[in-house]
């Protein structure tokens, strides 16, 4: 399910993907799945209402993929690091 190539969080194309990611993987499993797998992840934080929301953790948690809106704000911060010359305050890269 997972794609073999690895995804750059900065291209344009990254949201395209993530969301194809969300869909094929929602179509694929059952909410009680999706919960089975956070279990397994042992996820300990507040289960959202949504079942995408549920999926979306999976994503991040499982494959590394960070929402689009979080690969946006991290891209943002590295810009910022690197204009003020300063590499060292870049956010530390989880993904």
Not at 25 to 52: C, H, S, W
């Given at each position: 399910?997972?794609?073999?190539?690895?995804?750059?969080?900065?291209?344009?194309?990254?949201?395209?993907?993530?969301?194809?990611?969300?869909?094929?993987?929602?179509?694929?499993?059952?909410?009680d799945?999706?919960?089975?797998?956070?279990?397994?992840?042992?996820?300990?934080?507040?289960?959202?209402?949504?079942?995408?929301?549920r999926?979306?953790?999976?994503?991040?948690?499982?494959?590394?993929w960070?929402?689009?809106?979080?690969?946006?704000?991290?891209?943002?911060?590295?810009v910022?690091?690197m204009?003020?010359g300063?590499?060292?305050?870049?956010?530390?890269?989880?993904y």
């Amino acid at each position: 399910m997972k794609p073999s190539y690895l995804v750059n969080f900065e291209d344009a194309s990254y949201e395209a993907e993530y969301q194809a990611a969300v869909k094929r993987v929602m179509n694929a499993f059952k909410g009680d799945q999706i919960l089975e797998f956070l279990n397994g992840l042992k996820y300990e934080g507040k289960l959202p209402p949504t079942r995408r929301e549920r999926m979306e953790i999976l994503l991040e948690k499982s494959w590394g993929w960070a929402p689009p809106h979080v690969a946006k704000h991290l891209a943002q911060q590295r810009v910022e690091a690197m204009v003020k010359g300063n590499p060292n305050s870049l956010p530390a890269d989880n993904y």
